[in-house]
């Protein structure tokens, strides 16, 4: 029917989803990636928690429902402007490319929190301390080896990196960080039966379907160890570990514990873009992510006409929660793109 | 000629067998317990052994208990002892007949046939062939009935039988090839000598064709050796039993009982033991939950032998199903907890902290509604209303600060600290000046019962309940209520009572019977006695009686028990209510009522 | 009597030291005094945001509140940009201007403070100097001491001082224009009044232990009491 | 020698470098619930001991969990093994048994002058 | 590894620190144990930078150690600091510059207090006038005087005789920095390089030709903890501490501890001692320790200054493995002659520690 044209801002999982709704129903759709490829963060996943599935595989199926004629893909395109005019709207790239629809989809995604900020765990500073991010990507690769290329006999994860934590201005819980720490720390054990895994948390949030099932495992098959407690500092030792203090809470002792790599549980940020652009529009909310109506009132449709959210451009969101949050929006972009002639 | 070798090995299994007995016996007499030789002093010259006697008679024999339990099962042990028994007077009194003289060497009797070759010169020969044919044959029916059981368990009633040790499978093939080869011997011998009646004559003439006069001799060797083998194990084997029952029973009814301590009274009662395998039917942990290797059978064995385990004595549910079915009434369960005792440190005070404080105010009872009651807080509202509405003042003793009354860690092996708890409930309950202790909890009132001396009665409140009826200070108001009752083992197997909450509930509804109640009531699974089942074991247990205890799709299940409440409670196919809650929610002239 | 939480709260430190506190336990990780001692910041928050005046009652009067070294490593990595050691400056206040730091044995020594530190500042201007550290009261300080103590003028004036005399350098005396300021100020901001306030207290519990108290150091029973008493039981 | 009026102070921190928590693996062994423990503390919240002492269930099974054993002996012998808390265990954790068994191993230890 | 991200750091918290015109309070503990420290920072202004510096003898203790064992009130704490403000108001300066790392904390914390809390600004000018006739105004910059060795330690460099390098085997020394808890823990942003990888001491030793030595107890404290020394009863917490810090770094063999702090220097030498008397252990091979010093000491050592005229003397643990390590050459016999040029005798010898 119609020849209304959406521009869909990032081409991640929630702006996949959505496009492959919207091209179904015979709109335009033009997805502007940043990267030279689509698929955003599970790009650097092995697997998806909590049923384990392959990321890479989950990620193809993504792309392929977005392979349709009424969408066209502009990857490596960074976007520096995005400002409405009358009821269209209209984007200015860097290379000067101007790009115009009848309504745009932010769906700009994440960044993980940068550890290097939490100065006192040492990341970047000292060898065997890695991110959640490092941690998957050497799973991908087969195999999680230390900087000197043994294969970590004692590994610890470290919950609420960049999140609930004033000093770093991220009040908030990243949400996903928890039950994703559980299913890095299976990983591991899957991988070396015989290495001890330690995970430091504050609290358990096992929010999800099958995700207090998932933690409970690691307990009983996996043998994870639970430790409640934040881990004040890490240092190298003299022997190349990791040395880490923190209270075990729930004995009411001070604890230490050395450790031959430590995994930081890093946090969900704002990505840049998704500042800038907001930022641009008016609608930058808390901790410069993209504010919608209100989760309540409408969690897709912002201040500006036409202009959508979906995906972690809003809030932290797991990759189930990002992808039903695509579909939704795609609906709004439709009734609205209905009511405006 | 009265002797011949193949009587050796009978006689040397006969000695070996009579010396090893006496040895022992005298050890456990020797280990007897202070009280158990008290007992014994006291009622020997008394009727009670004319009981013991008479008891002898029927259990040893006859095997009473086993008939009325099961017929056939009863015929089977009672054709085998008292066959047996028989052959052996019947054949002594008729070698005492033949050779004139009763001091005639011992072994005439077991081998008559064999001896007495010259049979026409004495008149009686006729009849008492006949009459030692007549018991060989129903001796042999015994045995083929055993064979029979080995194979198919089933139709003798018995779905289990017990996996045995080598020795006790020794002695079982020679006691089963006794009969047969006397009969052979027996035979062939007749065939020779005619001195055979109807069986053994009829059985030599079928042997006619063989060379009777080459097999004859060796057929009695066979004969006289299985004997010899069998009397050799017995004493180690199971069939340490024969002997044994009948200085247990003499005992018994001399007053012994079990104590804390293991004692030569225990050497008894584990040699009791006939591993019949009995208790393993009885066994909720059988049955329901598939766990096989931890029944009385099983543990007294290892008891007996010294190869006992911590799994097999702690998983127990106590629930006393066994005792009740024990055919040799053998105090399993006291047995079990002599095992499960644990080192303490002599002289340490555990409780030094309790903060349980006294009563101030004059009260007619006081009230111990028992840790688990306070996990079902309605039996607490209820009995406070029950309370109120007969007019009675109480002291609620552990409504808050209150102790545990001890059962649970002695049920453990841990009797210093159960004592030190008991002593502190006892002078609480003492002080508080009241006339009666009413508890709501079974495993309390057990143990007020049996471990507290109090110098007022004790009443769990089904039988208080009860008695406030009798005594028209609660009216209750009848409904249409259709009930089952469960028993909790801890109030009817091991406190007897069974007819206070029947009566009293008849009052409110239709209580509708269940198989398997009473004295047969199943275990609820929850049992705090076994700690070494776990959750999901005691789930099984618990729904396996709950499937008894729902066939007749009840309204409410009723029980007398917090913990039993609580236990089938958690499975919610069903609405539990304990006994206090029915009666509070049907005192006459109240509403709105609690169902 | 106004409420204890209420008197917590009229301090500005205690204002900075805790907003509502997590309970994650990372000043307590970073804490020297929660290795050696039974001491547990977090639960000293956590008891205080709990608002349980018994519960906080017994705290000022338990050994707990002394154990803090004031190094502030709490501050530091606290998620929630609380201050425990903030916190337990305010409680021990408290617990001085109510004479509950007698209840204690580690409370008790403030009197020792007092005494030594307390009486420097305001006689000399100085919190501690050469001739306060007495070898037998410090012997870690060791035979170097020793000789530096023993030829403190030499020593002190060699290495650029102006020991106990007029004009400016290390170890000068003190101008008395800049006592009697110090002393104006601690009259007028309180600090004379905390400081009769432990004297008080102390003395009271001197009688109610029956151990002689005089306003000297020397030959001061008390004084060598809290000085070095030790019970030993301060782990778990 | 030198008076010095004080002794230098000894670490009461859970070293998990040093401490040996292979007692916890025989815990586990026979008691397998013990790894279902969320240490919730609805135990302690029912505990009839607790109503007289701070005795926790949930605070002896880290403390044993994590080695510290010389702190745990006197604390386990305050439980009445009353079994309110295997009711009131959201996870079917078989406590009266990890008490008992944790008593069992250490007073074991204790026998074999195995210095905890 | 890691530099780059450690250079990160130090630049995100790098301070304001004034060129010249100071007023220096002096620190009781530092004029008490290493008073040759103070008199070398004030040298190595005036001689070698040619900066002002007013040392006012009205000055006096800023009763931070009686404020931290709790027997001064913060209220009288405060109105003591503002005193010494109008003494620096005094002497028309205007940046305040404490020798104490406990009085660097305790006037960020007041200076902290006063601009969160105005109230307690105003209560504080009206006591010190009630108390005084005092007027005060705060200073426009708080450094420490290890802030601006720092800040020149490029020119002092060049003046430099000698260099943090072992002279046999050409090799840079191994030096482990104190930084002292209240210099960087409390407010990380009025350090530099933050709380958890300081520069202010790193950055002279690399500069001046050292290897700073990094280890896991790096940031721990020296075990001072006020009231946990000032009573006898409590100083096993405070060796204990210390010790902690020994063994993590006994490994790495460090050629000396630079500290920051008044405190921690004494603390860090007295405790090697002690932990040598009572268990006769040392944390280095030959059973004499390893030496502490202040970086006063440090920098006028290097400018060449007789180590004897700067207290090098006074440490428990001997000084002279550093000085012949760098090649500096020294007279034994100057070690223990008083301002009076009289030969004072010479200490007695520990029972263990090797001297």
């Known amino acids: 029917m119609s020849g209304k044209k959406i521009i869909i801002i990032g081409g991640g999982p929630a702006g996949l ?24 963060h599970i790009k650097n996943d092995m697997t998806l928690f909590p049923d384990f599935a392959d990321a890479q595989e989950v990620r193809k199926g993504l792309s392929d429902r977005a392979n349709h004629p009424n969408i066209e893909l502009k990857t490596g395109i960074c976007i520096n402007e995005l400002v409405q005019e009358g009821n269209q709207w209209r984007i200015k790239s860097d290379n000067n490319e101007a790009i115009t629809g009848d309504a745009v989809l932010l769906a700009t995604g994440f960044e993980p929190f940068d550890a290097r900020r939490k100065e006192e765990l040492g990341y970047g500073i000292y060898n065997n301390i890695i991110t959640s991010v490092d941690f998957e990507t050497k799973l991908k690769e087969g195999k999680i080896l230390t900087t000197e290329g043994n294969i970590p006999q004692r590994i610890a994860f470290l919950n609420c990196v960049g999140s609930r934590d004033e000093k770093t201005g991220n009040n908030y819980c990243s949400r996903v960080c928890c039950v994703n720490g559980v299913k890095l720390a299976i990983s591991f054990k899957e991988l070396y039966p015989a290495a001890e895994a330690y995970f430091f948390y504050i609290d358990m949030r096992m929010n999800g379907q099958q995700y207090e099932e998932l933690y409970r495992t690691s307990q009983e098959k996996y043998g994870v160890t639970y430790i409640r407690g934040r881990i004040s500092e890490a240092a190298a030792t003299f022997d190349h570990k990791i040395q880490l203090k923190s209270e075990d809470t729930l004995a009411g002792l001070p604890l230490k514990l050395t450790v031959d790599m430590l995994v930081l549980l890093v946090g969900i940020e704002s990505s840049k873009s998704t500042r800038l652009l907001a930022g641009q529009n008016n609608i930058r909310g808390n901790y410069g992510f993209a504010e919608s109506l209100g989760v309540n009132r409408n969690d897709y449709q912002t201040t500006k006409e036409g202009l959508f959210l979906a995906g972690t451009c809003k809030r932290p969101l797991s990759f189930q929660e990002t992808i039903a949050d695509a579909g939704a929006a795609a609906i709004q972009i439709m009734d609205y793109l209905e009511k405006v002639k | 000629m009265n002797f011949d070798p193949l009587v050796i ?61 099961n017929r056939l099962l009863g015929y089977m042990h009672m054709s085998l002892a008292f066959g047996w028994f028989l052959m052996i007077v019947v054949g002594k009194i008729e070698s005492l007949f033949y050779y004139g003289s009763f001091y005639d060497r011992p072994w005439l009797g077991i081998f008559f046939k064999y001896f007495a070759r010259t049979p026409h010169h004495y008149f009686m020969i006729i009849p008492f062939s006949f009459i030692m ?88 060797w066979a004969y006289s050796i299985c004997i010899g083998v069998f009397f050799i194990a017995m004493p180690f084997s199971r069939y340490m039993h024969i002997p044994t029952e009948i200085v247990l029973i003499l005992l018994r009814n001399w007053g012994a009982r079990e104590g804390e301590q293991h004692s030569g009274y225990t050497d008894i009662q584990l040699n009791t033991c006939s591993r019949c395998g009995i208790c393993i039917d009885a066994c909720p942990l059988d049955f329901a939950a598939q766990i096989n290797t931890v029944q009385p059978v099983y543990f007294i064995r290892d008891t007996r032998y010294n190869h006992l385990t911590q799994e097999v004595a702690d998983n127990c549910l106590l629930c006393g199903r066994c005792v009740e079915a024990c055919p040799v009434g053998l105090e399993l369960t006291a047995i079990r907890q002599q095992v499960r005792q644990k080192a303490e440190t002599p002289g340490k005070h555990y409780f030094e902290y309790n903060k349980a404080r006294e009563n101030t105010k004059k009260v007619d009872i006081v009230y111990f509604a028992g840790c688990m009651s306070h996990l079902t807080p309605s039996i607490i509202i209820s009995m406070k209303e029950i309370f109120k509405q007969a007019g009675i003042s109480y002291w609620f003793m552990d409504e808050e600060k209150g102790l545990c009354c001890g059962r649970p860690l002695r049920q453990q092996g841990y009797l210093q600290q159960s004592k030190e708890l008991v002593l502190k409930n006892t002078q609480l309950i003492h002080s508080s000046g009241a006339k009666m202790l009413v508890t709501s909890c079974p495993i309390c009132y057990h143990s007020f019962k049996e471990e507290y001396s109090l110098d007022i009665p004790v009443m769990h409140h089904s039988e208080y309940i009860d008695m406030l009826m009798n005594e028209k200070k609660l009216d209750l108001a009848p409904s249409d209520l259709e009930m089952v009752y469960h028993d909790p083992c801890e109030l009817g197997r091991n406190c007897g009572m069974y007819d206070s909450p029947r009566h009293v509930l008849n009052k409110i509804g239709h209580l509708t019977p269940v198989e398997s109640e009473k004295e047969k009531s199943l275990c609820c699974g929850g049992s705090i006695s076994n700690m070494a089942i776990e959750y999901d074991v005691q789930s099984k247990i618990r729904n396996n009686a709950l499937e008894v205890l729902t066939a007749s799709q009840p309204d409410v299940l009723v029980t007398a028990c917090p913990l039993c409440k609580k236990t089938f409670g958690q499975n919610g196919k069903v609405k539990v209510m304990d006994i206090a809650e029915i009666v509070a929610g049907n005192i006459k002239n109240r509403f709105p009522q609690i169902i | 009597m106004a409420k204890i939480y209420d008197l917590l709260v009229k301090d500005v430190r205690f204002r900075e030291g805790l907003t509502a506190c997590m309970n994650c336990g990372i000043c307590t990780a970073s804490c020297p005094a929660a290795e050696f001692y039974d001491y547990d910041p977090r639960k000293i928050c956590n008891l205080v945001q709990s608002k349980d005046e018994e519960k906080i009652v017994a705290l000022l009067k338990s050994d707990t509140i002394w154990y803090c070294g004031q190094c502030m490593s709490c501050k530091t990595r606290c998620p929630r940009g609380n201050a425990p050691a903030l916190v337990i400056s305010v409680l021990r206040k408290l617990s001085q201007e109510l004479g509950y730091f007698t209840e204690s044995e580690k409370g008790r020594q403030q009197y020792a403070i007092n005494r030594t530190i307390g009486e420097n500042i305001v006689n000399i201007g100085y919190c501690v100097t050469v001739e306060k550290i007495v070898p037998k009261m410090h012997p870690e300080q060791g035979p170097v001491w020793d000789w530096y103590y023993q030829n403190a003028e030499e020593v002190v004036d060699r290495l650029g001082g102006n020991y106990m005399k007029e004009g400016p350098g290390a170890l000068r005396i003190i101008p008395k224009e800049s006592i009697d300021e110090i002393q104006k100020i601690f009259e007028v901001t309180g600090g004379t009044k905390l400081s009769n306030t432990i004297e008080h207290f102390s003395e009271d519990k001197a009688n109610e232990l029956e151990i002689p108290f005089n306003s000297a150091i020397e030959g001061n029973d008390y004084f060598n009491h809290v000085f070095t008493e030790n019970s030993n039981q301060h782990q778990k | 020698m030198k008076d010095w009026g004080y002794k230098i102070s000894i670490p009461r921190i859970i070293d ?58 006197d604390e386990l012998d305050k439980c009445m093994l009353c079994g309110k808390c295997n009711l009131v265990c959201t996870q079917g954790v078989n406590t009266r048994a990890v008490i008992s068994t944790m008593r069992l191993i250490l007073s074991d230890m204790n026998n074999r002058n195995i210095a905890l | 590894m890691g530099m780059e991200i450690k250079k990160q750091y130090w630049n995100e918290y790098q301070k304001e620190i004034a060129q010249d015109d100071y007023f220096y309070e002096r620190s009781c503990i530092r004029q008490t144990f290493f008073p040759g420290s103070e008199a070398t920072f004030l040298n190595i202004l005036r001689d070698e930078l040619g900066k002002k510096i007013v040392d006012d003898p009205k000055i006096h203790t800023c009763t931070g150690i009686g404020y931290h064992s709790d027997i001064v009130p913060f209220d009288t704490t405060m109105t003591i600091c503002a005193r010494l403000f109008s003494l620096m108001n005094g002497a028309g300066l205007k940046n305040y510059v404490p020798s104490c790392v406990t009085s660097f904390g305790i006037f960020n914390e007041v200076l902290d207090t006063w601009k969160h809390y105005p109230e307690e600004l105003e209560k504080t000018r009206v006591n010190l006038r009630k108390a005084t006739g005092r ?221």
Not at chain 4, 47 to 70: D, E, M
């Open chain 2, 9 to 69: 090995p009978f006689l040397a299994g006969t000695f070996f067998l009579l010396i090893v007995i006496s040895v022992k016996y005298f050890n456990w007499i020797h280990k007897l317990d202070a009280n158990q030789v008290a007992a014994i002093r006291k009622n020997i010259f008394s009727i009670h052994t004319i009981k013991a006697i008479n008891e002898i008679f029927h259990e040893s024999l006859l095997h009473r208990k086993i008939y009325r339990k």
């Open chain 5, 135 to 355: 007027e005060f105004e705060v200073p426009d910059n708080i450094a420490h005087p290890s802030d601006i060795i720092y800040n020149f330690r490029k020119q002092l460099k060049l003046k430099m005789k000698y260099q943090l390098v072992n002279r046999k085997t050409g090799k840079p020394l191994k030096v482990v920095e104190h930084i002292g808890c209240h210099y960087s823990k409390i407010f990380a942003e009025k350090s530099i390089g933050g709380a958890e990888f300081p520069h202010v001491l790193a950055g002279m030793i690399e500069e001046w030709g050292g290897e700073v030595v990094d280890y896991p107890e790096r940031r721990h404290c020296c075990g001072f903890g006020f009231r946990n020394y000032l009573v006898m009863a409590n100083r096993g917490y405070s060796v204990a501490n210390s010790k902690k810090k020994f063994e993590s770094m006994k490994p790495y063999k460090p050629d000396f501890i630079l500290t920051n702090c008044p405190g921690c220097a004494m603390f860090m030498d007295r405790w090697q001692y002690t932990i040598a008397e009572m268990e006769g252990t040392t944390y280095d091979e030959n059973g004499k320790g390893i030496p502490v010093l202040t970086y006063e000491e440090m920098t006028g050592m290097l400018l060449g200054y007789n180590p004897w005229d700067i207290g090098m003397q006074v440490h428990q643990v001997q000084t002279e493995s550093i000085l012949d390590k760098i090649g500096i050459d020294y007279n034994p016999q100057d070690k223990y002659v008083g301002v009076s040029g009289m030969f004072l005798g010479e200490p007695e010898k520990p029972t263990n520690l090797v001297v």
């Open chain 1, 17 to 40: 989803e959505a496009a492959s709704h919207l091209a179904r129903q015979n709109y335009q759709v033009t997805i502007l990636e940043k990267e030279s490829e689509t698929g955003g």
């Open chain 4, 16 to 73: 998990l470098d040093r401490s040996d928590t292979s007692l916890y693996k025989q815990l586990v062994s026979k008691v397998p619930s013990a790894m279902k423990c969320i240490m919730c503390g609805a135990c302690s919240a029912t505990c009839t001991a607790s109503n007289h002492t701070t005795f926790s269930f949930r605070h002896c099974h880290i403390l044993f969990k994590r080695g510290q054993y010389s702190r745990l002996s």
């Open chain 2, 133 to 220: 044919d007549l018991l060989l044959l129903v001796t042999l029916s015994g045995v083929v009935l055993a064979i029979f059981k080995r194979i198919r368990s089933r139709s003798l009633g018995i779905k289990k039988t017990t996996n045995h040790i080598l020795l006790d499978r020794i002695a079982l093939t020679s006691l089963w090839w006794i009969f047969p080869l006397r009969l052979l011997a027996e035979s062939t011998t007749a065939q020779l000598t005619g001195n055979g009646s109807f069986l053994t004559g009829t059985v030599g003439m079928l042997m006619a064709h063989l060379p009777v006069e080459h097999i004859e001799l060796p057929l009695w």
